[in-house]
């Protein structure tokens, strides 16, 4: 028979695992089960609209046997089965196209990294880490044969048909022989099956059955010294069989937690934070909610579904239930399962279901508490959770007008001028000065950048703290939520710091009012990129900086225009702010008194560029800059 090869990408994984020195091997035997509980699932779900594919429910069963003496295992389960062409696409190729693409990634580091291979959800592949022959007898629903698929690893497989008159598949493996490291033959033994059983399948909602050989006293013989016992075979049932969420959080440990959520949630790293809660009162329920480490692949495409697995007393009545997460916790995983909820509820109704509004409210709070508790007590952990999701939070608080405020403001982290630390606004406000009356933020491109802003450096001056914003959600989330604990926010570059005495802006105002002569013919001079210019005396030892007016800051102009769309571009009011305690000032007002009007226009030209890098823009004309500062040069 001739031998069919595996596709590229499925050697690949295939070389892996066979040359895999991964020391959690066991984890054959959970992806095989899960195969299987798959597979049960598919049949059963079949069989509610088609009576004739079905068992009773009691009678879908994985099994475990083995023979010491050929040195197989063998799965079997009576699920939907793979016709000979599934066999092939199924087992042939890599069905997630995901996981490989991560694999791809590493596969330079495949012997040092080995422990990716651990934390995927492999699947059938991994078997042979332990084995180096598989075979695959399966029967689909309604197929008149059954076939083998044979492999010895990476040098392809075989298809052929074969008897067998049960639906469903049998996965027997020859394991590997002994080495000095490993001992493979252990998965021949009834207690290793069965702690493996229990450590990563417990919750399978088929039972996992094996004969298991026990001892007892032989009927009739004698007592004490006397007594003689003998061998029998018995069925044993390995997995408890109760959902994971419905045990109690105290009889689960942190390894079962994730194993589940790999498993069931596709993930190759542990969660960040699980949620494990059960819910009693106007609507009863238990839900089990993952925040993962990582963005998912797919997150910012539109592929990616918010959603929760919604289950009616244990069975899974749809895969992914938008209507539990708002659209801020979208990356969270997870599943509920509620008594209250009909099995026969159309997606329709459940968008109506009031059991449904109240669980998804309760979930929204839940999320909302972890996520601060979290915060609280372990803030390395939730720093790299904001890193990852803080812009998904803080569009939230952007998003329907701000409406969300309550839930997500708590949640929210800024880094700030003291400590370049990441604060929270609750944070901010109880180290803020008595007499100080607003939240001070800046905006830009890096922290590095926002922390040289002349501004910013006289706000610090006055021994108060500046919120960093580098997100370009921040400052539109910021002007949603207007205040935060009756305390205003005031972006420092709109020229409306209010750090000096009265005395000090009476001089201010004096000085621009008798400068305003020269102040409007550097406004001319530098043309309509600005809307203003003026003196200022809150800019420490720089000589310039840019502020705005009005409503739009130039941080927001910048990411309003990079939207999509054509025209209408906003601009902000661009004020340019010279030190009126630099001599340049001094300079720029003796130059314009004796009529040196060219030399102003130049110098005023020459300030607005400045200015606009030290606020982190381009230059609009660069040659001219440069031709400008030579004649002032030279
Ligand atoms: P995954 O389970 O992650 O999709 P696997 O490599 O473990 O990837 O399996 C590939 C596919 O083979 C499965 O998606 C399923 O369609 C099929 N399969 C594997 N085991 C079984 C089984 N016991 N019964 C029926 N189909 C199976």
């Not at 994730?258 to 498993?263: A, G, I, L, M, V």
């Not at 180290?431 to 491109?445: D, L």
Request: aromatic letters at 10%.
């Amino acid at each position: 028979m001739d031998k069919k090869q595996f596709r590229t990408e499925s050697k690949k994984l295939l070389d892996m695992m066979i040359n895999s020195i991964y020391t959690h091997k066991e984890i054959f035997l959970r992806e095989l089960i899960s195969n299987a509980s798959d597979a049960i699932d598919k049949r059963y779900y079949r069989s509610l609209s088609d009576n004739a594919v079905g068992l009773s429910r009691d009678d879908y069963a994985i099994r475990l046997a083995v023979d010491k003496d050929a040195r197989t295992l063998t799965v079997t389960d009576n699920g939907c089965g793979m016709t000979a062409e599934e066999l092939e696409n199924n087992l042939g190729t890599i069905a997630r196209s995901g996981s490989f693409d991560f694999k791809n990634e590493h596969s330079e580091e495949t012997t040092e990294n080995v422990d990716i291979i651990g934390q995927f959800g492999v699947g059938f592949y991994s078997a042979f880490m332990v084995a180096d022959k598989i075979v695959v007898e399966s029967r689909a629903i309604g197929a008149d044969t059954a076939f083998r698929w044979t492999s010895e690893g990476a040098d392809g497989y075989t298809v052929e048909p074969c008897d067998k008159g049960e639906v469903g598949s049998a996965i027997t493996l020859y394991l590997k022989a002994d080495t000095d490291d490993e001992k493979y033959g252990d998965y021949l033994n009834d207690y290793r099956l069965r702690e493996l059983v229990k450590k990563y399948s417990d919750y399978i909602h088929y039972p996992i059955r094996m004969d298991v050989e026990r001892s007892r006293k032989k009927e009739g013989s004698g007592e004490g010294e006397n007594a003689e016992y003998e061998t029998y075979t018995a069925e044993e049932t390995f997995n408890s069989m109760v959902p994971l969420w419905r045990k109690n959080a105290s009889e689960i440990g942190e390894e079962e937690y994730e194993s589940f959520y790999r498993d069931k949630f596709f993930d190759f790293e542990k969660p960040a934070r699980v949620i494990h809660t059960h819910s009693e009162g106007a609507t009863t329920f238990d839900a089990l909610l993952f925040i993962p480490k990582h963005l998912p692949y797919d997150f910012y495409t539109k592929e990616y579904k918010k959603g929760l697995q919604l289950y009616s007393s244990g069975v899974m009545i749809m895969e992914k239930c938008e209507d539990l997460l708002p659209d801020y916790f979208s990356f969270v995983k997870g599943l509920v399962d509620s008594a209250d909820l009909s099995l026969n509820i159309s997606r329709e109704m459940l968008q109506h279901d009031r059991q449904l509004k109240l669980i998804a409210k309760t979930i929204e709070k839940k999320i909302k508490n972890e996520l601060g508790k979290l915060m609280s007590s372990d803030r390395e952990t939730y720093e790299a959770f904001f890193k990852v999701f803080g812009t998904q939070l803080k569009y939230g608080l952007y998003s329907d007008y701000g409406m969300h405020k309550d839930v997500l403001q708590d949640l929210i982290l800024f880094a700030s001028s003291r400590e370049m630390k990441m604060i929270s606004l609750k944070e901010y406000v109880a180290s803020m000065k008595e007499e100080q009356k607003t939240v001070y933020y800046a905006c830009g491109e890096t922290v590095e950048q926002i922390d040289m802003l002349p501004q910013v450096e006289a706000v610090k001056d006055h021994g108060m703290e500046v919120l960093y914003c580098t997100d370009d959600v921040d400052e539109f989330a910021i002007q949603m939520l207007r205040e935060y604990d009756g305390k205003t926010f005031t972006n420092v570059c709109t020229g409306k710091l209010d750090l000096a005495t009265d005395e000090e802006k009476e001089a201010i105002k004096t000085e621009n009012e008798n400068a305003a002569d020269l102040l409007a013919f550097m406004k001319e001079s530098i043309g309509e990129s600005v809307s203003n210019v003026r003196f200022s005396g809150e800019l420490k030892n720089h000589p310039v900086a840019l502020a705005s007016e009005g409503e739009i800051s130039v941080e927001m102009e910048k990411v309003l225009n990079k939207m999509p769309g054509e025209g209408n571009k906003v601009k902000a009011a661009v004020v340019l702010e010279v030190n009126a305690d630099h001599a340049i000032a001094e300079k720029l007002k003796t130059l314009f008194a004796d009529g040196e009007r060219e030399k102003v226009a130049n110098i005023a030209k020459v300030l607005y560029a400045q200015a606009r890098l030290i606020g982190g823009m381009s230059i609009e004309n660069p040659t001219e800059l440069s031709d400008l500062v030579c004649g002032l040069i030279l």
